[in-house]
């Protein structure tokens, strides 16, 4: 089901990215047929690229108007698996489950939050 949602504004080391293209891949499917569980509601999807439209306070690497690829694991750039060089496996990602790296979500619909497949 496509339905629409509130978006929040960009916080602190986020970008906002108007999607170009995006892919549904096996994670997709797991969470769409329950062969894995994600809280919900939630919105799916992590594969795509894109041009940047607004960012964050902070956000130095990129502007508005640069093209882009999502990926599936954020990167807080500070704990030990990203110093390491190993941002796939960041710890702050594992820990965050289905919220952006602060707890919180950046996505409602009609007062309710919604969960995050992909940060």
Same mark, same amino acid.
């Given at each position: 089901?496509?339905? #629409?949602?509130?978006l929040d504004e960009p916080k602190a080391g986020e970008v906002l990215v108007k999607i170009g293209a995006a892919g549904v891949c096996r994670s997709d499917r797991?969470?769409?047929?329950? #062969?894995?569980?994600?809280?919900?509601?939630?919105?799916l999807g992590h594969e795509g690229a894109g041009t940047v439209e607004k960012v964050g306070p902070g956000v130095t690497l990129t502007k508005p108007g640069d093209q882009v690829i999502l990926s599936f694991v954020p990167a807080c750039g500070r704990c030990k698996s990203?110093?390491?060089?190993?941002?796939?496996?960041?710890?702050?990602h594992m820990a965050t489950?289905?919220?952006?790296?602060d707890g919180t979500t950046r996505l409602h619909k009609g007062g309710k939050d919604i969960h995050h497949m992909g940060k």
């Open positions: 089901m496509v339905e #629409d949602v509130d797991h969470f769409m047929h329950g #062969d894995a569980n994600i809280a919900l509601p939630a919105v990203c110093l390491e060089g190993n941002s796939n496996l960041c710890d702050l489950g289905p919220f952006m790296l």
